[in-house]
């Protein structure tokens, strides 16, 4: 079975989801044992989590791993935008970098 009919497939629970029907998709229920798990841990925790995460799967895909699935997940969204949305996006996050650089300086320049 592919992975995402089995991310699709709905087990019956006695949870109710937003369509309010008592099944759980896969996804929801991964995302709603995500949140349980960041309730337990907290935020530090949670994100410490997330490093071990990260280096298992660079140590499983190689050191690239992360490179490759940032590439993959910006050809997804050019897709999902169109090309002059992924350009309006693009100019989005060139305004916020430039922001954040003036305000950098700003803040430098008060410390003097």
């Not at 309010?20 to 229920?29: F, L, P, Q, S, Y």
């Not at 994100?47 to 050809?75: F, Q, Y």
Request: zero cysteines.
């Amino acid at each position: 079975m592919a992975n995402n009919e089995r991310n699709n497939q709905t087990p019956s629970n006695n949870n109710s989801n937003a369509s309010g029907n008592g099944d759980m998709t896969v996804r929801e229920a991964g995302q709603k044992g995500g949140e349980i798990r960041k309730e337990q841990l907290g935020p530090e925790g949670y994100s410490e989590l997330g490093h071990k995460g990260v280096e298992a799967l660079r140590e499983e895909r190689g050191p690239d791993a992360m490179s490759e699935i940032g590439r993959e997940g910006g050809e997804t969204r050019k897709q999902q935008l169109g090309p002059e949305g992924y350009s309006e996006l693009g100019h989005k996050g060139g305004e916020r970098v430039r922001d954040l650089i003036n305000k950098g300086k700003e803040s430098e320049g008060s410390n003097e």
